[in-house]
């Protein structure tokens, strides 16, 4: 049996090219800038294909924007916290700087920006710096909102996640995605204190939406559709 190319659109994942390879032992997913590659050992069934890109296809598409998006000199970003321009400098290797939430990333002359390990070192660059704002400012808004509303929370925790602005463990943890840094402070501070209303109520039911709505001064609905403008994948 030799190696068997076939691309086909997928309702939900979009543009997947299956190979088929006799000496594959299992099934591999990769993202690439325009389609899912799936590679295929013989004999796998449609379900087993499906069932794969259930458990991965959403990491993958976000591996995918990411991938597909190319970081040019002019690059920058300009949020009302967060900003960042990329500088090209007589230096040696990528270098990130700056503070109070305005950031230079500097890379070499001597290099090629589109180069795919440059793209790379940059995305990591930048998440570096989001990461860094997002470890400056959320857990002290957090703290200041807590205390302002006496609402108690057990810990936090800033992550990396592209999937939800927030989350409230029912032991009261808190996690916040470093990505809140790149929206306006207003919906920042209702995405806090919708995971803060969390340890008071640990669902989404009328009562959670009623002291959500209250701690946002009625402006609650309005809030929640604008964070809907927002995505987390810039990068
Ligand atoms: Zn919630």
């Not at 999937?163 to 306006?184: D, E, F, H, Q």
């Amino acid at each position: 049996m030799s190696r068997k190319e076939l691309s086909v659109e997928h309702p939900k994942w979009g543009t997947i090219r299956l190979t088929y390879n006799p000496r594959a032992r299992h099934i591999i997913l990769r993202a690439h800038p325009d389609a899912i590659i799936i590679t295929l050992p013989p004999n796998t069934k449609n379900s087993d294909i499906e069932n794969a890109l259930e458990k991965y296809g959403d990491s993958l598409k976000i591996k995918q924007t990411e991938i597909s998006k190319k970081i040019d000199a002019d690059y920058y970003l300009d949020r009302p916290l967060f900003r960042l321009n990329i500088q090209k400098c007589d230096i040696g290797r990528i270098r990130l700087t700056g503070c109070n939430g305005k950031y230079i990333l500097q890379y070499p002359s001597s290099i090629e920006i589109t180069e795919i390990e440059t793209q790379e070192e940059l995305r990591i660059g930048i998440t570096a710096a989001i990461r860094h704002r997002a470890e400056e400012i959320l857990p002290a808004r957090l703290r200041e909102l807590s205390q302002q509303h006496k609402l108690q929370y057990s810990s936090v925790s800033v992550r990396k996640s592209h999937t939800r602005w927030g989350s409230c463990s029912n032991k009261g943890a808190i996690s916040l995605s470093i990505y809140l840094v790149l929206l306006p402070q207003e919906l920042i501070d209702y995405v806090i204190l919708h995971e803060l209303c969390h340890t008071i109520e640990m669902n989404h039911s009328p009562r959670f939406w009623a002291l959500l709505d209250k701690l946002c001064n009625c402006s609650s609905k309005g809030l929640r559709l604008q964070l809907k403008y927002y995505k987390t994948d810039i990068i």
